[in-house]
């Protein structure tokens, strides 16, 4: 089984910045893709960021250009950027990890609130 664990979250105003970690723990060898997806209440999770082991990244269409992902695979890392936020990016953020040939998130962490207002 695979572990995640995520930190950074909290309050910003807009147009600030926060980062996120997502560690992961466990059979962390089985792990391919890595992302970041979000949730407010009432809707879908929705992709903000996804990377590969390869380093190969997509963006959310919402995000693009103002976020960045990152990923340490030594130390079964991944890291959110999120700059110029704004109160539309409110939300809980999730860590997610795919299995290796697994076209599905398989693994979840339980999330971080993000709140960004004045």
């Known amino acids: 089984q695979v572990q995640l664990t995520e930190s950074g979250g909290g309050l910003v105003q807009p147009g600030g910045s926060l980062r996120l970690s997502c560690a992961a723990s466990?059979?962390?060898?089985?792990?391919?893709?890595m992302a970041w997806y979000r949730q407010t209440p009432g809707n879908q999770r929705e992709l903000v960021a996804r990377?590969?082991?390869?380093?190969?990244?997509v963006y959310g269409a919402s995000v693009q250009g103002r976020f960045t992902i990152s990923r340490d695979n030594a130390n079964n890392m991944v890291y959110l950027q999120m700059n110029s936020l704004k109160p539309e990016d409110t939300a809980v953020y999730y860590c997610?990890?795919?299995?290796?040939?697994?076209?599905?998130?398989?693994?979840w962490g339980k999330g971080t609130l993000v709140s960004v207002s004045s």
């Open positions: 997610a990890a795919s299995r290796l040939f697994s076209g599905n998130m398989d693994y």
């Open positions: 466990g059979n962390t060898p089985r792990i391919s893709r």
């Open positions: 990377i590969t082991n390869g380093g190969n990244i």
